[in-house]
């Protein structure tokens, strides 16, 4: 698979996760495991440009796949719209679900780039935070669609 | 001073540790990978109470791969406890399990599949006991003993009274006595707990955990694993959240340090979301009977209060999560008779520790008892709350004076701001507004280890190191620190360097679960950077030819006051400092004024905490009363937090707190159990907001600039999450004309409540109510 925009090659069981090859074996601790059951959002890679929920996607379904996790949307130490926007808004407090809510994020304005509240909410609806609350998440992923006031009341 | 004159104090700046968190390279203890690290998994019993008869482990140490086997009798025995009067658990069970997921045995292996192998092939003969599950079943007569020493499972009695009571009841024109209950509600932070612990050939020990003071954590591993404190190390790692649950130690650390003592190599243990769950701690269940007196006016002559709270199978810190809800309220509103009998009792059931909505029986039952006392009086929720408001210059109940309070501009505020009155008289079908008052302390007495201090160095280029022993959860404590130093110091804020929360370096400091980061650690950071400003002076003064008190710090510069020419670069006399023999090295302590007398149990009175946060919050509801589902419209919260140092960041807290105590906590937050066994130890069945569920809210930061606080800052983290608890319920209530008494809110109850609505002033429905029970002695 390629993951990051390099190409690997990895051994491993049939019933290795995702995640665990990605931790494990690539050393991307960027991705974290919050409940080992698909709910949390807090493992969330993009798999060919598709969120998806790395501790319940088998390692071999990526054969063959673009994977990106959070340590490959940086460009030429510049980081990310979303990584910039998530600083400047406070979105931010504990981080651990920090990783998985952007790339959720990130996937969603690759493919809509002028998003609707509801929108937004939708893309980042499996992602779980206990501490923002959500309100400067939502704020940041706005900011960077270029909405300038909500686009509905919020 | 003013705001407009701080560089950096009072801005919205981005956080310094949001980049690493963003890029994924922020290190949490489950990323940590160290040179042949082992891991370790436990194992837990699969009964509510039993006693131990066999471990036999041969078969599990014969495993290829396993490195360390441990069980009880690899201990002393010895039982721990936060108090002395507490010690009741062995952090390896020798004699007795306790609940289901107590700790017996736990294995370190080169991989999770043999370590998980090798549990498997560990023998415990058990003799099942009965159990109880719940405080009535607990307390009742023929209940099993969960402890020898804690006669009818009555762990912690709290019991305050102040005033007369009794005759204070015969002034009252209304009385009302009416029974609250809440199920458990938990903490779910985003990471689940994990250990990593490396022992060396020295015979000292790093330790890496999320922890909510690191120097807690190691005065008790250094008791229990009776190495000398000195060769404790917990490290500084980043935290995914505490919120209460992560404070005293826990079995995890322990046998993760026992392991690796024993293997001789780092062992790491990562905890599932289930022993997340189970195995670290929840919040108490609860039932609280208040009976309330007031005159005519509806200020409140009288209280008298009984609440049993559900401990689980070991005490944690029962007296203080025992004493808190009562606390909070007694600062929140007058009551000058007031009587509180508070137990925490034992049951075959998880540890339940402090929690950031603490006692949401408590704190729900008083607010929603006040609003029905004001129906019964034809006063609005508003007046009534104002009338029995704080005010600053009070003395609480148990003798805590009050420097600063803005609960009144609070209330008046969220009242101002939602439209209250308006929206009460005129309501809209199924639309209801609900108020919540709170009141948090900002640091207990906690003895020698109740204040912070600070070192500062600087580098040879003029930048700065701030060494402190305050924690970051997640809340954004690192940053306030670095703010801090900034201002004073005169530096850009990336140039403030920190090094924190590490018990073989950072001094001591009290920990964050007493709300006291900013208030003592903020202090001690600003009086250590005072004291290297001043030093800085007495060099430059010379450099300058001026005297220390003509000079400020701005911009890296040394100036003369009035001559922003006339300066020199700090660099330069950090050199000078060097060569004169003079290193610049600040340091300050802040040790919060308490009464130090003052203790939980045996002299509940004095000076509690130096100072105290109030505010209000108002929430409105739509309530669909085929369905029972609520849907948040919007919440508007005003918090006394002294001064934001940082607005963007207490916002944070506003936030998160209204969606964990409100959203979460009021509408889906509880825990179900079947004979000790939880059902609903994920986030699958234990039902939390997203952001689809989130409502506007409106923040609104109150600041009464307090006499103490860094800059008058008090805190922000916890109160908010509990007035919105109150809030929400409230609200609810006043969209269904009903008075809810059992949490959370779940679409069931409300259906069931509507369904069986009776009429009259009254609660939903009718509870046995706490009592006040014989004990043999005032302690326990």
Same mark, same amino acid.
């Given at each position: 698979m390629t993951v990051n925009g390099d190409p690997v090659d990895v051994a491993a069981p049939p019933s290795a996760t995702l995640l665990e090859v990605l931790r494990d074996e690539l050393g991307l601790y960027g991705v974290k495991e919050g409940c080992s059951e698909g709910v949390c959002g807090a493992c969330t890679v993009l798999m060919d440009g598709q969120p998806v929920r790395s501790c319940i996607t088998l390692a071999l379904e990526a054969e063959g796949a673009t994977i990106t996790t959070i340590e490959g949307i940086a460009r030429d130490g510049a980081l990310h719209p979303v990584q910039e926007a998530f600083i400047a808004n406070g979105a931010v407090q504990c981080g651990f679900c920090t990783p998985g809510m952007i790339l959720s994020a990130k996937s969603l304005l690759d493919r809509n780039n002028n998003p609707t509240d509801d929108e937004i909410k939708t893309a980042l609806a499996g992602n779980f935070c206990r501490c923002t609350g959500y309100t400067k998440i939502l704020k940041a992923v706005r900011e960077v669609s270029g909405q300038t006031k909500p686009s509905q009341t919020d | 001073m003013l705001e407009q004159e701080y560089s950096y104090i009072g801005k919205s700046l981005p956080r310094v540790d949001a980049r690493s968190k963003v890029t994924g390279e922020a290190v949490f203890t489950a990323d940590i990978s160290l040179p042949r690290m082992l891991v370790g998994k436990i194992l837990r019993s699969p009964l509510p109470h039993a006693r131990i008869l066999n471990v036999d482990v041969s078969r599990a140490k014969k495993v290829r791969g396993v490195h360390a086997v441990v069980t009880g009798a690899d201990t002393a025995g010895e039982k721990w406890g936060v108090f002395r009067y507490t010690r009741d658990q062995q952090l390896l069970c020798v004699d007795k399990v306790r609940y289901v997921g107590d700790e017996v045995a736990a294995v370190a292996a080169v991989d999770e599949e043999t370590a998980l192998e090798a549990l498997n092939l560990i023998q415990v003969e058990y003799e099942e006991l009965p159990a109880v599950f719940d405080c009535h079943s607990a307390i009742a007569p023929d209940a099993p003993l969960i402890h020898d020493d804690w006669p009818r499972n009555i762990n912690v009695n709290v019991k305050i009274d102040v005033g007369d009571v009794d005759a204070a009841f015969k002034d009252c024109s209304l009385i009302r006595e009416d029974t609250f209950v809440a199920e458990e509600d938990s903490y779910f932070m985003t990471e689940p707990y994990a250990v990593v612990a490396n022992s060396h050939s020295d015979g000292s020990i790093e330790v890496w955990m999320p922890n909510a003071s690191p120097h807690t954590k190691a005065k008790a591993l250094s008791n229990a694993l009776k190495l000398p404190l000195s060769k404790v190390n917990v490290r500084k790692i980043t935290i995914g959240g505490a919120f209460g649950g992560r404070s005293d130690v826990f079995p995890a650390e322990f046998i993760t340090c026992l392991l690796s003592l024993k293997s001789e190599r780092p062992v790491k243990v990562v905890y599932s979301r289930e022993e997340n769950s189970i195995a670290t701690r929840m919040g108490h269940a609860m039932i609280t009977t208040i009976k309330t007196g007031v005159d005519r006016e509806g200020r409140v002559l009288a209280r008298d209060i009984v609440s049993y709270l /559900? #401990? #689980?199978?070991? +005490? +944690? @810190?029962g007296p203080i999560a025992t004493s808190v809800p009562f606390l909070c309220h007694e600062q929140t509103y007058r009551m000058e008779n007031v009587r509180f009998h508070g137990y925490r009792i034992y049951t075959n059931k998880p540890v339940r520790g402090m929690i950031r909505i603490h006692g949401r029986s408590f704190a729900c039952g008083i607010d929603t008892q006040l609003d029905m006392i004001a129906d019964e009086l034809g006063i609005d929720p508003v007046t009534i709350r104002l009338r029995n408001a704080r005010q600053p210059g009070d003395t609480t109940p148990t003798g805590s004076h009050v420097a600063s309070c803005g609960l009144v501009e609070c209330i008046e505020k969220t009242a101002e701001k939602s439209d209250y009155l308006s929206k009460l008289k005129n309501p809209k079908p199924n639309h209801g507004i609900g108020m919540g008052c709170n009141s948090v302390q900002t640091g207990f007495p906690l003895g020698i280890r109740g204040g912070s201090q600070a070192f500062i160095k600087f580098h040879e280029d003029g930048g700065a190191t701030v060494i402190s022993g305050v924690v970051d959860n997640g809340q954004g404590n690192d940053n306030m620190l670095a703010q801090i130093a900034a201002e004073e110091l005169g530096l850009p804020l990336e140039e403030i360097r920190l090094i924190s929360a590490d018990t073989e370096v950072t001094p001591t400091d009290a920990g964050s679960y007493s709300m006291i980061s900013t208030f003592g650690g903020g202090n001690a950071v600003k009086t250590a950077a005072c004291d290297a400003k001043n030093q800085l002076f007495k060099v430059a003064a010379g450099m300058l030819k001026a005297e220390p008190t003509d000079l400020i710090l701005r911009n890296r510069t040394v100036y003369v006051k009035g001559s922003p020419d006339k300066g020199v670069p700090i660099e330069k006399v950090v050199r000078k400092a060097l060569i004169m023999g003079r290193p610049i090295m600040g340091r300050g302590s802040f040790s919060p004024e308490? /009464?130090?007398?003052?203790?939980?149990?045996t002299n509940p009175k004095g000076q509690l905490s130096q100072t105290f946060s109030f505010g209000a919050t108002v929430t409105e509801v739509e309530v669909d009363p085929e369905t029972g589902h609520v849907k948040a419209l919007e919440v508007t919260a005003a918090q006394d937090c002294g001064f934001a140092i940082n607005p963007m960041v207490v916002e944070g807290q506003f936030e998160g707190g209204i969606a964990m105590g409100g959203q979460g906590g009021m509408l889906g937050e509880e825990h179900r159990w079947h004979k000790g066994h939880?059902?609903?130890? @994920?986030m699958l069945e234990y039902k939390m907001p997203s952001i689809k569920d989130m409502p506007k809210i409106n923040s609104i930061i109150v600041e009464t600039i307090d006499p103490g606080g860094p800059y008058g800052a008090k805190e922000a983290g916890m109160s908010v999450a509990m007035s919105a608890a109150q809030a929400y319920c409230n609200a609810i209530g006043n969209a269904l004309g009903i008075y809810f008494n059992h949490y959370p809110l779940t679409s069931e109850r409300i259906l069931d409540a509507i369904e069986n609505k009776k009429p009259g002033i009254r609660t939903a429905w009718e509870f046995e109510p706490a009592k006040i029970l014989e004990t043999d002695s005032e302690q326990s």
């Amino acid at each position: 698979m390629t993951v990051n925009g390099d190409p690997v090659d990895v051994a491993a069981p049939p019933s290795a996760t995702l995640l665990e090859v990605l931790r494990d074996e690539l050393g991307l601790y960027g991705v974290k495991e919050g409940c080992s059951e698909g709910v949390c959002g807090a493992c969330t890679v993009l798999m060919d440009g598709q969120p998806v929920r790395s501790c319940i996607t088998l390692a071999l379904e990526a054969e063959g796949a673009t994977i990106t996790t959070i340590e490959g949307i940086a460009r030429d130490g510049a980081l990310h719209p979303v990584q910039e926007a998530f600083i400047a808004n406070g979105a931010v407090q504990c981080g651990f679900c920090t990783p998985g809510m952007i790339l959720s994020a990130k996937s969603l304005l690759d493919r809509n780039n002028n998003p609707t509240d509801d929108e937004i909410k939708t893309a980042l609806a499996g992602n779980f935070c206990r501490c923002t609350g959500y309100t400067k998440i939502l704020k940041a992923v706005r900011e960077v669609s270029g909405q300038t006031k909500p686009s509905q009341t919020d | 001073m003013l705001e407009q004159e701080y560089s950096y104090i009072g801005k919205s700046l981005p956080r310094v540790d949001a980049r690493s968190k963003v890029t994924g390279e922020a290190v949490f203890t489950a990323d940590i990978s160290l040179p042949r690290m082992l891991v370790g998994k436990i194992l837990r019993s699969p009964l509510p109470h039993a006693r131990i008869l066999n471990v036999d482990v041969s078969r599990a140490k014969k495993v290829r791969g396993v490195h360390a086997v441990v069980t009880g009798a690899d201990t002393a025995g010895e039982k721990w406890g936060v108090f002395r009067y507490t010690r009741d658990q062995q952090l390896l069970c020798v004699d007795k399990v306790r609940y289901v997921g107590d700790e017996v045995a736990a294995v370190a292996a080169v991989d999770e599949e043999t370590a998980l192998e090798a549990l498997n092939l560990i023998q415990v003969e058990y003799e099942e006991l009965p159990a109880v599950f719940d405080c009535h079943s607990a307390i009742a007569p023929d209940a099993p003993l969960i402890h020898d020493d804690w006669p009818r499972n009555i762990n912690v009695n709290v019991k305050i009274d102040v005033g007369d009571v009794d005759a204070a009841f015969k002034d009252c024109s209304l009385i009302r006595e009416d029974t609250f209950v809440a199920e458990e509600d938990s903490y779910f932070m985003t990471e689940p707990y994990a250990v990593v612990a490396n022992s060396h050939s020295d015979g000292s020990i790093e330790v890496w955990m999320p922890n909510a003071s690191p120097h807690t954590k190691a005065k008790a591993l250094s008791n229990a694993l009776k190495l000398p404190l000195s060769k404790v190390n917990v490290r500084k790692i980043t935290i995914g959240g505490a919120f209460g649950g992560r404070s005293d130690v826990f079995p995890a650390e322990f046998i993760t340090c026992l392991l690796s003592l024993k293997s001789e190599r780092p062992v790491k243990v990562v905890y599932s979301r289930e022993e997340n769950s189970i195995a670290t701690r929840m919040g108490h269940a609860m039932i609280t009977t208040i009976k309330t007196g007031v005159d005519r006016e509806g200020r409140v002559l009288a209280r008298d209060i009984v609440s049993y709270l /559900d #401990g #689980g199978a070991y +005490s +944690s @810190t029962g007296p203080i999560a025992t004493s808190v809800p009562f606390l909070c309220h007694e600062q929140t509103y007058r009551m000058e008779n007031v009587r509180f009998h508070g137990y925490r009792i034992y049951t075959n059931k998880p540890v339940r520790g402090m929690i950031r909505i603490h006692g949401r029986s408590f704190a729900c039952g008083i607010d929603t008892q006040l609003d029905m006392i004001a129906d019964e009086l034809g006063i609005d929720p508003v007046t009534i709350r104002l009338r029995n408001a704080r005010q600053p210059g009070d003395t609480t109940p148990t003798g805590s004076h009050v420097a600063s309070c803005g609960l009144v501009e609070c209330i008046e505020k969220t009242a101002e701001k939602s439209d209250y009155l308006s929206k009460l008289k005129n309501p809209k079908p199924n639309h209801g507004i609900g108020m919540g008052c709170n009141s948090v302390q900002t640091g207990f007495p906690l003895g020698i280890r109740g204040g912070s201090q600070a070192f500062i160095k600087f580098h040879e280029d003029g930048g700065a190191t701030v060494i402190s022993g305050v924690v970051d959860n997640g809340q954004g404590n690192d940053n306030m620190l670095a703010q801090i130093a900034a201002e004073e110091l005169g530096l850009p804020l990336e140039e403030i360097r920190l090094i924190s929360a590490d018990t073989e370096v950072t001094p001591t400091d009290a920990g964050s679960y007493s709300m006291i980061s900013t208030f003592g650690g903020g202090n001690a950071v600003k009086t250590a950077a005072c004291d290297a400003k001043n030093q800085l002076f007495k060099v430059a003064a010379g450099m300058l030819k001026a005297e220390p008190t003509d000079l400020i710090l701005r911009n890296r510069t040394v100036y003369v006051k009035g001559s922003p020419d006339k300066g020199v670069p700090i660099e330069k006399v950090v050199r000078k400092a060097l060569i004169m023999g003079r290193p610049i090295m600040g340091r300050g302590s802040f040790s919060p004024e308490v /009464d130090q007398k003052r203790e939980w149990i045996t002299n509940p009175k004095g000076q509690l905490s130096q100072t105290f946060s109030f505010g209000a919050t108002v929430t409105e509801v739509e309530v669909d009363p085929e369905t029972g589902h609520v849907k948040a419209l919007e919440v508007t919260a005003a918090q006394d937090c002294g001064f934001a140092i940082n607005p963007m960041v207490v916002e944070g807290q506003f936030e998160g707190g209204i969606a964990m105590g409100g959203q979460g906590g009021m509408l889906g937050e509880e825990h179900r159990w079947h004979k000790g066994h939880l059902l609903n130890p @994920t986030m699958l069945e234990y039902k939390m907001p997203s952001i689809k569920d989130m409502p506007k809210i409106n923040s609104i930061i109150v600041e009464t600039i307090d006499p103490g606080g860094p800059y008058g800052a008090k805190e922000a983290g916890m109160s908010v999450a509990m007035s919105a608890a109150q809030a929400y319920c409230n609200a609810i209530g006043n969209a269904l004309g009903i008075y809810f008494n059992h949490y959370p809110l779940t679409s069931e109850r409300i259906l069931d409540a509507i369904e069986n609505k009776k009429p009259g002033i009254r609660t939903a429905w009718e509870f046995e109510p706490a009592k006040i029970l014989e004990t043999d002695s005032e302690q326990s």
